[in-house]
């Protein structure tokens, strides 16, 4: 069975050092930067400046959406990530809904949440019904910054107060991508069981973060009784509970946990298959979770108390590394990531030293 583990989070203290440049960008220029990039400093104006980060889907698993968050944590300003609320790819593509364990992660990591729509596709020239190229509503997403920059509570406070719109949004969302079916030929998905959907979040802030935190719990259950094909594991899968300084409770999972006298190590895991290396997508996702596990007090295993020592592990197809420069220089950044935030680095089951 899955390993049990619980933890309390105060706040949040992390210094990245593998995020990537971020360009900046006139705030005249948001409507081309939200159509061409992944992650960029928006300023706004004389005054304000903020990074941004922007995700192709609520689903967290589709082009590495944490790492351009994560690529955002070393801006000393707000930090803010726009999501969809919905992703519909067409009859003969995906439909993804935004889920509250999204929100709350965004949340614990100080990350200002812009719920967002799309009002743009093209039509996907090798399917009949699927739809591509899709951009968000720039006018939306500009109101949304406008507020945010006279906002003076933190981000877990924004971030509940976009759920009470959030069935707005996803009204404004299925009309647009009505426009869109009617104006390229193609047919949706059921907009009835979206209404469904939509009827849930009408309920309010309180039930749509119940029944999501319903959807994380099971999805966290999956999740840790799952090999994701990405990884390769030794050690046991694990669910973890973590409860803020609001009593709020945020469900996810660890690849790995081992207990080694008053320490339990809590392992993110990243193996690649076809690469000398892991990604630096996939390693930036991994730091992210890393973010969180490096701020976790009084963690319990089967009512013990235990102190976390949180891990990165890294497994390749050869057992002997032969990098490149950059792949050297990137391993050389999350040593001295690892050293500075407390975590460890283990590299095809070695452990490596950061001194």
Same mark, same amino acid.
């Given at each position: ?22 360009? /900046? ?17 928006? =300023? ?19 082009? @590495?959406? @944490? ?139 309180? =039930? ?14 999956? /999740? ?11 050690? =046991? ?12 409770? @945020? @469900? ?10 008053? /320490? ?37 295993? /089967? ?33 001295? =990531? ?18």
């Amino acid at each position: 069975m899955p390993t049990e583990i619980l933890a309390e989070i105060v706040g949040l203290k992390y210094t990245p050092l593998l995020c990537s440049a971020l360009d /900046e960008v006139k705030g005249n220029e948001l409507k081309n930067a939200l159509a061409n990039r992944g992650q960029f400093i928006l =300023e706004v104006n004389a005054k304000n400046k903020i990074a941004v980060s922007c995700w192709v889907s609520p689903k967290r698993t589709r082009s @590495y959406p @944490y790492a351009r968050v994560y690529d955002t944590l070393g801006f000393s300003g707000k930090k803010v990530t726009i999501i969809p609320v919905v992703k519909d790819e067409g009859f003969d593509g995906d439909r993804d809904f935004l889920q509250w364990d999204t929100i709350s992660l965004m949340s614990l990591l100080g990350v200002y949440v812009i719920i967002a729509y799309y009002v743009h596709a093209d039509k996907n020239p090798r399917y009949q019904n699927k739809i591509t190229n899709q951009r968000f509503s720039a006018r939306h997403v500009q109101n949304e910054i406008k507020e945010l920059l006279s906002y003076q509570s933190d981000a877990l406070h924004w971030n509940l107060s976009r759920i009470d719109n959030i069935a707005t949004m996803a009204e404004a969302a299925l009309q647009s991508y009505d426009t869109i079916s009617e104006k390229l030929g193609v047919k949706m998905h059921s907009r009835d069981s979206a209404l469904r959907r939509i009827e849930e979040l009408d309920k309010g802030r309180t =039930e749509f973060m119940d029944s999501s935190r319903e959807r994380a719990r099971k999805a966290q259950q999956r /999740e840790s009784v799952t090999d994701q094909p990405k990884e390769r594991l030794e050690g =046991e899968k694990a669910r973890i509970t973590i409860t803020n300084y609001l009593g709020g409770k @945020y @469900y996810f999972t660890c690849d790995e946990v081992e207990v080694h006298g008053d /320490e339990v190590y809590l392992v993110e895991a990243k193996h690649t298959e076809t690469d000398e290396f892991p990604k630096e997508g996939d390693i930036k996702d991994g730091l992210l979770k890393l973010a969180l596990f490096t701020n976790l007090r009084k963690v319990t295993v /089967e009512g013990h108390q235990y102190r976390a020592a949180p891990f990165l592990k890294l497994t390749t197809r050869s057992r002997k590394l032969s990098l490149s420069d950059k792949q050297a220089n990137i391993l050389e950044s999350v040593k001295k =990531e690892a050293a500075l935030n407390g975590f460890g680095i283990r590299i095809n089951g070695r452990s490596v030293n950061l001194t």
